[in-house]
């Protein structure tokens, strides 16, 4: 046999979390035709790949990104693949542009998921040619994908597109019978062309972008228990997912999406297979992750399909000035941002009565929420003023007090920004901080891992390598004696796992799967993956995004066959031409390979 590529020696995990091995690989027209324990003879024009002392694993799966718009103009995704990463989920926590137009894109996720209005409005009008799930399906791949694609269908765009952004954003309005059985058939038609399933969302500090009907919740969180019953009874019987995202302000959400979850067999109920936002060990409730996987194991014994969705490293966020999104969860922060132009807002920061609303709030620490709320733990990386770099907002304030008498943190949070603006950065970890809880989430059942955001809130964070550090985190321990997970373990979770659950054709690097696989050296996972970097993203007007650059842990990654990451670096053919597919529930996808060049005839 002759192959197009040999990968040779290197040691060798299939995806299912069965015992790992040194093999060489080969590779034809995209497809893995042989996994040998002896050397393989390449032909005259194989590339051969030694990868001696590194590892081969099938190209990692991200179920959480925001790609939807990005894909549209940048659809090689490279900040992703060139981390290994060769399938992502688009549609996630409701939103998707498979229905709704530019404007009303430009509302749902401008805001929420820190993406310049102006290019979703931009991008989406001038690529949207379809009208169907199907045709969505087929305009995307026209465009020169460099990873695998899988989608949900966002709850908020189908309500959106049937009932209008004004009429479903309304407390007190509900979809007539006509546009229940529009929204259920739109549903139906993306199951058909081969969804995942249908994502929602009721977290109250999502809020919309645009004038029309800005700091409004999403249009999901609006929906009640007929509307919501009749779109998970299509998932229920057509054994899809439903991606939620619960109200964590107000906990029995999160018990009533648990519950939904469970099957009853005796009244022929199948179990709705429910990916839930997000188990996090939050700092400012450090006790309640344990609930979430505890949760999560008695709704399974019960008979239901339930995972939480998981990020397998620490929560990092930064934040220029007071844009960003925590500051959604309380009413002082939200009416903040409600204010885009800058002379609004710094007039209502300025004012006594906002401010004294504002420490109210923040010193409001009992009861549901995601930020810590602590100011001495957040720290200032960049500023015009130098002497306040590597000071925490606290400390600022008690510099700017007299003794006995510091300015509190708000008061000197709030005077920093009205200083500088957006010029001032900073960062904290809002969750994930305990490694010995990630530990135990890593090995949790219920758990899935992955909730990159890949896509979204480009200034705030980057997780793009986060399977590249979860493969750190157990090879560490494992030589530390200490071992919580196996490294086959790990990359099963990664990979298969996920592919599995979700039912698409991806995270399987055996004799006869297609060719999508990235190569790791052990050796450099290192200090380099905590490290952030910024990069511009040209479709965004060059925005400065927030990514990870650890370019030596990844010598290869191959999509179908082809190599398009190299030394960590993306190469040429990295979305310049197709190498990644839609890949439909339960079908199996043949690799994108390149047609055959014409043959010259001599003259």
């Known amino acids: 046999m002759t192959y197009d590529t040999i990968i040779q020696g290197a040691r060798w995990f299939d995806g299912t979390g069965g015992p790992s091995a040194v093999r060489d690989l080969g590779i034809s027209d995209g497809v893995v035709t042989t996994v040998s324990a002896t050397p393989l003879e390449p032909g005259p024009d194989t590339r051969v790949v030694d990868a001696r002392g590194r590892w081969v694993m099938p190209g990692m799966v991200d179920i959480h990104t925001h790609y939807d718009v990005e894909v549209l103009e940048g659809p090689g995704l490279d900040e992703s693949v060139r981390h290994g990463v060769t399938t992502v989920l688009l549609g996630s926590c409701s939103l998707s542009t498979v229905h709704v137009g530019g404007v009303d894109a430009g509302d749902l996720f401008g805001r929420v998921e820190a993406i310049p209005r102006k290019h979703v409005i931009a991008a989406v009008d001038k690529h949207q040619d379809w009208s169907t799930p199907s045709q969505y399906v087929a305009a995307l791949e026209r465009l020169p994908l460099g990873p695998h694609l899988a989608a949900f269908i966002g709850h908020s765009d189908m309500r959106t597109a049937t009932m209008g952004l004004d009429r479903a954003t309304r407390p007190e309005v509900r979809p007539s019978g006509a546009e229940q059985a529009r929204m259920e058939g739109m549903l139906t038609d993306a199951l058909d062309a081969g969804f995942v399933g249908m994502s929602a969302q009721q977290l109250l500090f999502d809020k919309l972008d645009g004038d029309t009907c800005r700091s409004r919740t999403l249009p999901s969180t609006y929906a ?223 758990v899935q891992m992955g909730f990159s955001d890949a896509g979204a809130h480009l200034r705030n964070m980057a997780f793009y390598n986060f399977g590249l550090r979860l493969l750190r985190h157990v090879r560490d321990a494992e030589t530390a004696g200490r071992p919580f997970l196996t490294v086959e373990q790990a990359v099963h979770r990664l990979t298969g796992e996920l592919a599995d659950w979700y039912g698409i054709d991806a995270g399987h690097l055996r004799e006869g799967d297609r060719a999508d696989l990235v190569i790791v050296d052990p050796a450099h996972l290192d200090a380099s993956l905590d490290t952030y970097a910024e990069s511009p993203v040209a479709q965004y007007d060059d925005l400065p995004r927030m990514v990870n650059r650890n370019d030596a842990t990844v010598p290869l990654v191959m999509i179908s066959g082809r190599v398009v990451v190299e030394d960590g670096v993306p190469t040429d053919l990295l979305g310049s031409e197709r190498t990644g597919s839609f890949l439909r529930v339960g079908q199996r996808v043949s690799p994108v390979v390149p047609a055959a060049k014409p043959m010259v005839q001599p003259a």
């Open 224 to 446: 009640k228990g007929k509307e919501m019953r009749g779109l998970t009874g299509i998932l229920r019987r057509r054994g899809r997912a439903l991606q939620a995202g619960p109200d964590a302000s107000h906990p029995h959400t999160i018990l009533t999406q648990a519950f939904k979850s469970i099957g009853v067999a005796g009244l022929r109920r199948q179990p709705l297979k429910t990916s839930l936002l997000s188990a996090a060990d939050v700092k400012a409730i450090p006790f309640v992750i344990h609930l979430m996987n505890g949760l999560g194991g008695f709704v399974n014994k019960l008979g239901a399909d339930f995972r939480w969705q998981h990020l397998p490293v620490p929560f990092e966020v930064y934040a220029d000035g007071i844009d960003l999104v925590i500051f959604e969860e309380f009413g002082s922060g939200a009416a903040a941002l409600h204010l885009h132009e800058k002379i609004a807002r710094d007039d209502l920061l300025r004012d006594p009565a906002y401010r004294a609303w504002f420490r109210k709030d923040y010193e409001t620490k009992y009861g549901p929420r995601v930020w810590h709320r602590d100011l001495f733990d957040a720290e200032i990386v960049e500023c015009p003023d130098a002497s306040v770099i590597g000071k925490s907002f606290g400390q600022v304030g008690v510099e700017r007090g007299t003794p006995g008498n510091p300015v509190h943190p708000v008061d000197a949070f709030l005077d920093l920004v009205l200083e500088h603006g957006t010029d001032i950065r900073w960062r904290t970890t809002i969750s994930n901080h305990r490694p010995k809880v990630l530990q135990k989430m890593a090995q949790s059942p219920h």
